[in-house]
Every structure is written in C-alpha cells, then in structure tokens.
C-alpha cells in the first residue's frame, strides 16, 4: 500500500475515510458525535451506564444501532465484546500484551480476519492491522485541535467497526 500526503491509498477507486474523534469523551454516561474530515456528522456515540456493565452504542446519523460495546466484567484479561445492531458478537477485544512503550490488542472478529492492535493507545498513536496490512491509523497529527484524535480507515474496511474497536480501546485503557 503506498502512502501519499499523510494518508492511505488503497485499491480501486475507494479513498481513505478519516474520523474525527475526542479525547476524554468516550466515557460511559455521555453522548457525542463522531465526525467525518470535511467536519460533518457521521456517527452518534450514545453512553449507557447500566446497573451490570458499561455500555457504548454507535449509532449512524439517522439513530440506527450499528454497535453496542460491552465491557465484560469479571474477566482476568481486559475484555470487551462489540455486537451488531441484531445483538450478534461482530468482535472481542482482549488485552494481549503490555509492556513500557506499546500497548498490545487482539481484536477476534467474527466473521473476518483478526486483528492486531499496536501502539500507544493511551496517546491515540497505533495501527489496527490484519496480519501485515494496516486498515486503520490512529493518530493526533492530523487535527490540531485540543484534545482530538483522527481514526483513518482504509479502503474497504467497515468504518463503523473500526471506530467501535477504537471507541473500546479508549475506554479499555482509560477505566
């Protein structure tokens, strides 16, 4: 995959999708719009604080369910499961390794490929990968805004997955 100008290029005539994220804000019990580079809104983060467990759900801009995030509780590893809008399990996030510089994520997804997690997810500087191709870049450098992060996916990759994988791996390491 070849890079130019900051961002991915990939097959066909697909183009990379760039989000607009916000640090501190995935947290249970608040809501917040995800937005897309040209700053409009693309999805609605929708903050459940359950009796049980943590909730998140992404929702597309007309208030579909497309996600729900679930913390898994009482779990030696850090776990979180991501089901689709028929309460199926599309992806389980295990903590895989840590160690003083990069944290490690494995992301199982049920009907595809899994995926690695490498980086510094506290900073938002990592890499969702399937075995060596990257499908997704998490980084500050492309918002100078405070407190703001970018989500850039890769052609042909489910957008919404990826960003409830990085929603989850922000409040995996925030809690």
Known sequence: MKRIMGGLRGRGEESVQRYKMHEKLVTIGDDYWIENEAGERAF???????RIRDTLIIKDVQGNEVYKLKEKLLRIKDTMDIEDADGKTAATIKKALVTPLRDR?????????????????????????EGREKVAEISKKWFRI???????????????????????????VHD
Do not use: C, W
């Not at 983060?45 to 359950?50: F, I, P, Q, R, Y």
């Not at 407190?147 to 990826?162: F, H, K, M, N, R």
């Open 105 to 129: 994520f494995k992301v199982e997804v049920a009907n595809g490929p899994e995926m690695d997690v490498q980086g510094n997810i506290l900073d938002h500087e990592y890499e969702i990968k």
């Open 146 to 172: 405070r407190d703001t992060y970018g989500v850039e996916v890769s052609p042909g990759q489910d957008a919404a997955l990826i960003l409830a994988i990085t929603a989850a791996l922000d409040q995996m």
């Open 44 to 50: 609605y983060v929708d903050g459940k604080a359950l």
